[in-house]
């Protein structure tokens, strides 16, 4: 991270503390099971490793910063954030992407002594590889794999000989012959240059029954078990049709026998219309555990109507079942459990910062360092933010949330279809010169609850942006006086599909501002992408304030 330096104190908002709490009223675990999702929010594309008895996970980030979170646990339950794979701003430039762009499905692994993390940042460079020896860090500068031009979804597997694989997605041989016509390749990778050697092989062209047009063959990971290498992959898309597909081979360039049950895991042979569903399940990856289980991470999404999810998609848990040589996670017509037997390991210790089940957790911001879990959007660029005196400080900036840029905004993510944010600012604002709570799904879709200036006398405003053609700075849509400058609590309460603003001077006697507005905006159906809503503070100071050009 950037060194933080003093903020002009003319234009800058303190916030005291954060507080976010969600319970989506889930069955609850008894001592001998877990709860689904192992990770709530957006935590999409989860990759698992083993060393030992410890487990390391990582999932997608796209172009949020820090990127690539790496989290440790010896269960599989109980999971810790050490640390964030990309957490220097040079590692990659993100630049004015999407927020849906960036880093896309990394796949963590070990081999003698060193991890590795092969990725794809889309727009911003390609695929690449870092490595570290110590997974919370520091992981290297990127060694760009050119070679795979065009591909995404990299991921390593390392042979019993001690050769190593690199297997992607990519481009069928010759042209797609229909739309999201794909294939799996892999090709030798040097350890010593972090290059790739050799001819790559096709394995799979379009999927598992070419004949029916499969779309979307992605996310593959091989490993080895019995003389067999096995090749797993998705398919159909990372919606409602998304699904897990298994071949098998003698040799590890093939070729690969698709299994005959496929696909191993899927949601979408289930009614629409059950309640609580689970959907969109897939792009999954298998750890054995030293007691010789099998267990699968993958993303799936939980809707509050429909199609209609603002929490992104998230990272589940499920034992692998093998039969006559083949896995299986789910039987066909299966729901995914919301609670299930726990993997045969000791416990682990519950993580300092909740990542499950119902929780309130509060951000007092007492550290020098942003929390692990807090994300920016994109890289920064010059120092806006401190944390010191008991206060997340942060300087008003003329870079609005809707400028795909990298405003005066930190976030965590929201983890809970029912989930409250509440902070407490002390901010006395001026004309042109705002700060708030915010909750964001993209630079297009977002709603802004600030306290800001009117003739001369202080509001609470809430603004909303529902789409490109409304301002970057957003619309106001309701607004009220405050009766006095100086702290106020704001609060954000989330009911699945509506969403409610409100303001304290006390933090007891709360005034509603905005009731049941349309959330949503929030969502991946509306807003479109791969991520989720986050929850977080934001100052913002117009550019006819300074006179200053827009900064990114």
């Known amino acids: 991270m950037l ?85 220097r701003p040079e590692q990659l430039e993100f630049k004015t992407l999407g927020l849906s762009r960036g880093v896309f499905a990394p796949a963590i692994s070990w081999h003698d002594g060193i991890f590795y993390i092969v990725n794809t940042c889309v727009d911003c460079g390609g695929n690449f590889v870092i490595t570290a020896k110590n997974p919370a860090g520091p992981w290297s500068q990127p060694t760009w794999l050119p070679e795979i031009e065009g591909g995404i979804d990299p991921s390593l597997f390392f042979d019993e000989d001690g050769s190593a694989w690199l297997v992607n997605n990519q481009p069928p041989p010759g042209k797609p012959l229909y739309d999201g016509h794909r294939a799996i390749w892999v090709q030798r990778f040097d350890t010593k240059t ?79 219309d059950r309640p609580n569903p689970i959907t969109s399940a897939g792009h999954a990856d298998f750890v054995q555990t030293s007691r010789g289980e099998w267990w699968a991470t993958f993303l799936a999404t939980r809707p509050y109507a429909g199609d209609f999810y603002n929490t992104g998609r998230e990272t589940f848990l499920m034992p692998v079942h093998w039969k006559d040589g083949w896995p299986t996670i789910t039987k066909p017509g299966e729901a995914i459990p919301w609670v299930a037997a726990r993997p045969n390991l000791p416990g682990g210790d519950k993580p300092p910062v909740p990542l499950n089940g119902a929780f309130v957790f509060r951000e007092d911001f007492a550290g020098e360092e942003l929390p692990l879990h807090w994300m920016m959007m994109r890289n920064p660029r010059e120092n806006w933010w401190k944390i010191g005196r008991g206060a997340l400080e942060l300087r008003a900036r003329p870079v609005a949330l809707g400028d795909n840029g990298n405003p005066s905004f930190l976030a965590r993510r929201q983890q809970h279809l029912n989930a409250t944010a509440t902070t407490e600012i002390r901010f006395d604002p ?106 977080g503070v934001h100052a913002y100071q117009s550019p006819d304030v300074s006179g200053s050009e827009k900064g990114r």
């Open 194 to 272: 972090l290059k790739l050697t050799g001819p790559r092989t096709l394995l799979v062209n379009g999927g598992v029954r070419p004949e029916e047009k499969p779309i979307w063959i992605e996310g593959p990971h091989i490993f080895r078990k019995d003389g067999w290498y096995y090749l797993i992959a998705a398919e159909g898309g990372t919606a409602e049709g998304h699904s897990q597909v298994v071949l098998r081979s003698r040799s590890v360039t093939g070729p690969y026998e698709p299994f005959p049950g496929n696909p191993i895991l899927t949601q979408r042979d289930l009614p629409r």
């Open 3 to 87: 060194t933080n330096l003093l903020l002009a104190a003319a234009s800058v908002a303190s916030f005291n503390w954060f507080e976010y709490r969600g319970d989506d009223n889930l069955p609850k675990p008894t001592p001998t099971e877990y709860s689904n999702p192992i990770l709530q929010g957006f935590y999409p594309d989860p990759s698992i490793t083993r060393v030992g008895d410890d487990y390391y996970l990582v999932n997608s980030t796209f172009s949020w910063f820090p990127g690539i979170p790496v989290f440790h646990s010896r269960d599989l339950v109980n999971w810790t954030q050490i640390g964030n794979a990309i957490d």
């Open 430 to 535: 001026s004309k042109g010169v705002e700060a708030g709570v915010v909750a964001l799904q993209s630079d297009d879709f977002w709603y802004f609850l600030a306290v800001g200036e009117d003739k001369g006398q202080p509001v609470i405003r809430l603004k909303r942006r529902a789409g490109s053609s409304d301002p970057a700075t957003g619309a106001i849509i309701q607004q009220a006086a405050l009766s006095r400058k100086g702290r106020v609590q704001l609060r954000i309460d989330a009911h699945g599909g509506k969403y409610d603003f409100s303001w304290s001077n006390d933090g007891n006697r709360w005034n509603l501002l905005a009731k049941d507005v349309d959330g949503t905006v929030l969502s991946t159906k509306r807003a479109g992408g791969f991520v989720g809503t986050m929850f």
